[in-house]
């Protein structure tokens, strides 16, 4: 496989010889990978890159430096160094006796394919040059060149008579091997024939020593290509400098789905364990030195079998009860921050694309400049100017930001829920708590470090400008604080010129708007809607309506009336402030699908469909009828009876307009249209995620012990705690030394699998096999730990 690599820019002035980078990036990559690099370009004003050199990792290095600090020197980067893929060689040599008697050994060299070829410059033409060289002699053949492909079927043969000593005989055949054949070896090298004036380029090379046919007179194997020695060697190491890295590098061996049941179905079960303290999962965060690191598998897990909302509910609550002050509810990197990031990150990312890209674009697009430090002001640039031009961007986002709760996902939506009412029962004086307990997560973790750094979330293709890169960085302080609905706002800010600038923002509107969005959020899909104490008005206005014909004989014309929507509620009267005359729960919708205009004569209509009837509603313009249809469908799309298909038109005198049928309880002909994102699609393999928790169990298995001594210590003593065991939350010893007894069983089991599998494995494993190319140093290695296990076994 090719080297798996990632790219650095160096848009530092030229000045700055010791830039900081300080990003993360995830990647999967194939497991018959050989080495890790890393490539620092250095771009110009031009935006032309130039390359300045690599950090290549081999696999079989990569666990000495897993999750550790590291400076590595950087190499030079040249073609004869970068190499990939894999040839199948097949040598034989035969004895071969003349016309005259004497007796001749020919070698023959059969190059049958070639895998992985690189790509150069899009196209690969390659061909092959088979040479024997020894210490007198180097004889040279070449292969036809096979057009448009890196995976060549070569399958041919070349012979090369070996040159025998003056004593030969019969009788001295092995000695004659062993004067000859060690010193000669067959060298292959790949090419790409290429037209451009530089000639063909290296592709990769192999060495074969003939000592390989001493034991028999054949042999056929793969080799891994290898790079070639151009003289690079001489250069000192630290002249292109150092780069620091932390690599995390994790590999998992995935069983069928049954191996995992034990330890899959407690980890499931854990939002309904009392206390979560002492469930697995919440286990696990206990036990890893990073509580990120149990939350990446945790929140993927849960979310493939729909568990995550009931997860995040439970340990959230548990949480907002430990803390004291409201002031720092969420503030902390426990496994409940940990987790609800990572959901967003997984749930909310078309999210974020849709609502911030396009103005985050146009913003990159237009570079105004926007410094509002009257230090860092360039000549010529006004501030007054400047102010005027992030006032606009500030607002621009602000509104994307705040009329975007239509489009936030249903999951995202129901964790906001919980943790909004956890929040309003632990704190109930504090009536701003409901919503600083979302507002942490929607926009300081999740918008904000979106536009403060748009290239790590796919907003940007590349890294912005510096001058952009400020803009933005002032925006997404603005906004921060705009959504904190902080009581002293400018007094938040360490600097004197955002607290200036912000007074532009100090108008009841924005938090307002603020508050309206945080409602519309954290208001949808809950399960029980009557458990906020008051309702939360998400829109009204007046509309006309065709009467639902609840009355027999009653008139079914069109009348004007306010409507008003709440999480609890869709309600319309005469005028506003006056009775209901008509109440519709929100669990009573079951869809919300535009009206087609030929049933009335009508523009602008959309219709509330209930489980007897559905209402008919006309709104004042096409933007209204979209609004009020996203905000419905919103508020209702939890809905368990929602339905699937809807008439497009109305049921007029005996029968639906659309389709023709008579009963006005006929099952819908068109599916219903709504494309809000009632559930996120996302690739999961639940027994991988299993996997890898259980490969941190294991790994974090003296934790677990010294947990279970936690637990028997406080349950039979009850005294000042050892310090040793402080660290963890245990709130009951023996619910939870039950579950570690469980987890440790569990891990038990898998360990004894893996250890059953990599004998297997080991016996029926061959060096040289395609799946295992010799010069594969990280199977050697494999071979060389698994001969230690076994001779130790033994």
Known sequence: MPPKCCTLWNLCPSSVISPFYGEDFYCEIPRRFRQLAFYIFDRDVFRRASIIGKVAIQKEDLPKYHNRDTWFQLQHVDADSEVQGKVHLELRLNEVITDTGIVCHKLATRILECQGLPIVNGQCDPYATVTLAGPYRSEAKKTKVKKKTNNPQFDEVFYFEVTRPSSYSRKSHFDFEEEDVDKLEIRVDLWNASNLKFGDEFLGELRVPLQVLRQSSSHKAWYFLQPRDNGSKNLKPGDLGSL????????????????????????????????????AAHVLGEVCREKQEAAIPLVRLFLHYGRVVPFISAIASAEVQRTQ???????????????????MKLAGMQYLHVTLKPTIEEICQSHKPCEIDPVKLKDGESLESNMETLRQYVDRVFNVITKSGVSCPTVMCDIFFSLREAAAKRFQDDLDVRYTAVSSFIFLRFFAPAILSPNLFQLTPHHTDPQTSRTLTLISKTIQTLGSLSKSKSASFKESYMATFYEFFNEQKYADAVKNFLDLISSSGRRDPKSV???????????????????????????????????????????????????IPIENILAVEPLEEESFKMKNMFQVIQPERALYIQANNCVEAKAWIDVLTKVSQCNQKRLTVYHPSAYLNGHWLCCRASSDTATGCSPCTSGLPANIQLDIDGDRETERI??????????????QEACGSRSVYDGPEQEEYSTFIID???????????????????????????????????????????????????????????????
């Open 244 to 279: 620091r890295l932390n690599v995390v590098y994790t590999e998992d061996h995935v069983f069928s789905s049954d191996s995992y049941s034990p330890l899959r179905d407690l980890l499931l079960k854990s939002a309904d364990v009392e206390p979560v303290s002492a469930s």
């Open 325 to 343: 002050d409201p002031n720092t509810i969420f503030r902390g990197n426990s496994l409940t921050s940990k987790c609800i990031d990572e959901t």
């Open 533 to 583: 104490e008051q309702p939360l008005l998400l829109k009204e206005g007046f509309m006309i309506k065709r009467a639902q014909g609840r009355k027999r004989f009653g008139m079914k014309n069109f009348k004007k009336r306010w409507f008003r929507l709440t999480n609890h509620e869709f309600t319309y009267q005469r005028n506003k402030g006056d009775p209901p005359l008509c109440s």
């Open 694 to 707: 259980y490969s941190l169990f294991n790994s974090y298995m003296s934790k677990l012990e010294k947990m």
């Open 732 to 794: 009951d010893p023996q619910e939870t030394y039950k579950t570690l007894r469980q987890v440790i069983a569990g891990v038990g089991a898998l360990e004894q699998e893996h250890a059953q599998y990599k004998r297997d494995k080991f016996k029926r494993t061959k060096y040289g096999s395609q799946e295992h190319p010799i010069g594969d140093k990280s199977f050697q290695s494999y071979i060389r730990q698994q001969s230690e296990v076994s001779t130790h076994s033994m």
